[in-house]
């Protein structure tokens, strides 16, 4: 088995025939079907169902693609070694839907465009959802809310505190934030997420129980409802400061302001190290 082999077999599976993987790799259809042959022999089992027309891809042919890609990203990642520069292999990213917004996008797309071999993919997902599969080896790092209690094997590196603001309709009366708070229906954003968590948790604390009525988990969803005066919430303010709808007005929460610390999560001693600082130091580009 070798690197080349297994260059041939993804082809072949991305591509879904013998005649445009060779076409993708520069390979007669002959050629293509011996180092096929080859990796079938290494491995001691069929990859391909070559009694289907075209041909078709058996479950442990399957079961292998993933594996290939790591391995083909890791030597990419180990011939650049020698390079200072140049950032090759790929990057799995998890991200919570706030910060897909305007944080993220610009930060990835700085990235493609200095280094247009460096393969990227993104996931969504609530902060302690994304942090489990950075740990269990599915993402390669995470964008998402800090949480309050750090997690074994995991590191947190902060990226930007968005400060907490109570956010009402700008029709309603004037009032503070306590009595905002008490006497207005309330609107969660979801308590399944961890900045949600941390709201609550902020409430009990200074002694406010809120009348609940709704709880969603989108930010945006939850501006649209304050904007059409069917409560108050607490939420973020993104990094960019980006406006509100004119209809809705805001008050900071907590004296001093509390805040949402939005971190990037990676396992320790992760293997892919250089472009996991090469994604950080972008993000901090962007923030003030």
């Known amino acids: 088995m070798n690197i080349r082999q297994l260059k041939t077999f993804l082809a072949v599976a991305e591509t879904g025939t013998f005649s445009a993987a060779g076409e993708a790799v520069g390979l007669s259809h002959s050629a293509i ?7 079938e022999s290494a491995l001691g089992t069929a990859l391909v169902d070559r ?6 891809l058996t479950a442990k042919g399957h079961a292998l693609v993933e594996r290939s890609r ?29 910060a897909i917004i305007d944080l993220v996008p610009p930060a990835l797309a700085e990235m493609r465009k200095r280094q247009p071999k460096l393969k990227l993919q993104i996931r969504t997902g609530l902060s302690g959802e994304l ?53 207005r229906p309330f609107i969660w954003f979801s308590r399944a997420t961890w900045a949600g968590q941390q709201i609550e948790r902020r409430l009990i604390e200074m002694g ?34 980006a406006a509100l709808p004119p209809e809705i007005r805001t008050l900071p929460f907590g004296e001093p302001q509390y805040t949402r610390t939005l971190v990037q999560i990676e396992r320790r001693n992760i293997p892919k190290a250089r472009l996991a600082n090469a994604l950080y130091d972008q993000l901090l580009a962007l923030v003030p």
Not at 51 to 56: A, E, F, L, T, Y
Not at 148 to 174: N, S
């Open 51 to 56: 009694s289907r027309r075209p041909p078709v």
């Open 208 to 241: 406010i129980f809120v009348r609940d009525t709704m709880e969603v988990d989108s930010l945006i969803a939850v501006t649209a409802l304050v904007r059409h005066g069917l409560g108050v919430s607490i939420v973020p303010r993104r990094k960019d400061g």
């Open 33 to 39: 079907s011996l180092h096929i042959k080859a990796l």
């Open 70 to 98: 790591r391995m083909i990203d890791l030597m990419d990642e180990i011939s650049a070694l020698g390079s200072d520069e140049s950032l090759v292999g790929s990057l799995d990213v998890g991200v919570v839907p706030s």
């Open 131 to 183: 942090a489990a599969r950075v740990r269990g080896g599915e993402l390669d790092v995470a964008i998402a809310t800090e949480p309050e209690q750090l997690i074994e094997g995991l590191r947190f590196r902060t990226i930007w505190q968005e400060p907490l603001v109570v956010i009402i309709p700008r029709e309603w009366p004037e009032l503070s934030v306590r009595e905002v708070l008490l006497n």
